[in-house]
């Protein structure tokens, strides 16, 4: 927790120094989803895919929210071209989820509205 926050830290710096305020969610996706989908968003080929210039990103909100509220744990093995599996994220909080799908949604080329901390709360009560 302490490493993760100097680096937020000196990102934010980094973001300073360049004249610009830093989304919201890049801190969060720094923290829950670079590992696998990396710093450009492209993800890593046979593991994680791009989240650049994909149609699920892109796409409907609350498809969107609920993928990514769920993962793909549970999904029939055998089923995914990657050899990663999408961790679900339901303990990030509705504010939290917000953030970052629209960081995904307007990050890396991608341009798509964004997903409001409302949108996030109606698609996870179904
Ligand atoms: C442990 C690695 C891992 C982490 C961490 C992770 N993902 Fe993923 N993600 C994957 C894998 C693997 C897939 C492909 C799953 C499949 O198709 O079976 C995926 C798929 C996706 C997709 C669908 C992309 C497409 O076009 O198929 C989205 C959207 C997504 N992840 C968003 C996120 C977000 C947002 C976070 C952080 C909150 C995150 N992921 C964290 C591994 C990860």
Redesign the pocket.
């Known amino acids: 927790m302490r490493g993760a926050s100097v680096a937020a830290f000196l990102a934010t710096i980094l973001w300073a120094g360049a004249g610009e305020a830093e989304p919201a969610g890049a801190p ?2 720094r923290e ?2 670079l ?3 990396q710093a450009d968003g492209y993800g890593v080929p046979f ?5 650049a210039e ?4 892109l796409g409907d909100a609350k498809a ?1 929210i609920q ?2 509220l769920a993962g ?1 744990e549970f ?1 029939e093995p055998g089923t ?3 050899g ?4 679900g ?1 339901p303990q ?1 909080s509705d504010r939290e989820l917000g953030a ?2 629209t960081y ?1 949604r307007q990050s890396f080329g991608n341009t798509a509205d964004a997903v409001s901390e409302q949108d996030v709360r109606g698609a996870r009560e179904r």
Do not use: G, K, R
């Not at 593991?47 to 989240?51: E, S, V």
């Not at 994909?54 to 990103?57: C, F, M, N, T």
């Not at 990663?84 to 961790?87: R, T």
């Open positions: 969060l996706y829950h989803c590992t696998c989908h593991q994680q895919p791009a989240l994909s149609e699920i990103v969107l993928y990514v793909t999904s995914s071209d990657w990663n599996v999408m961790p994220f990030l970052v799908l995904i």
